[in-house]
């Protein structure tokens, strides 16, 4: 059974940072695409990031520049380092994996072409 455990998660003053981890275990072939998601109370769920596993990386526009993807592929732990953060950033955050390339189907940004996903770290942003 394939399990994601996210981390890192807090509360911070706007321009800080954080960065969050995901742990990966499970499974048995390698995940192709990883992503990043947020959920703020009454909104949708919204896509941040993804990262191909040969490294490949996306970004939502009003991320860009601040956010970054990365993995350590030796330790199935997926990163986001989040700097200059905004009260708007301030959302419930899962890291999620699929066997498709982030690029197919509905692209990097659909979450229902992620198969699992970690039970989120919630990220608050004091202004």
């Known amino acids: 059974q394939v399990q994601l455990v996210e981390s890192g998660g807090g509360s911070v003053q706007a321009g800080g940072s954080l960065r969050l981890s995901c742990v990966v275990s499970?499974?048995?072939?390698?995940?192709?695409?990883m992503g990043w998601f947020r959920q703020a109370p009454g909104k949708e769920r919204e896509g941040v990031a993804a990262?191909?596993?040969?490294?490949?990386?996306r970004y939502a526009e009003d991320v860009k520049g601040r956010f970054y993807i990365s993995q350590d592929n030796a330790k199935d732990t997926l990163f986001l380092q989040m700097n200059s953060l905004k009260a708007e950033d301030t959302a419930m955050y899962y890291c999620?994996?699929?066997?498709?390339?982030?690029?197919?189907?509905?692209?990097?940004?659909?979450?229902?072409?992620?198969?699992?996903w970690g039970q989120g770290t919630q990220v608050t942003v004091s202004s």
């Open positions: 499970g499974y048995i072939i390698k995940y192709q695409c």
């Open positions: 990262m191909y596993s040969s490294g490949t990386t």
């Open positions: 999620a994996v699929r066997w498709s390339l982030c690029d197919y189907g509905g692209g990097w940004y659909a979450g229902y072409e992620y198969s699992y």
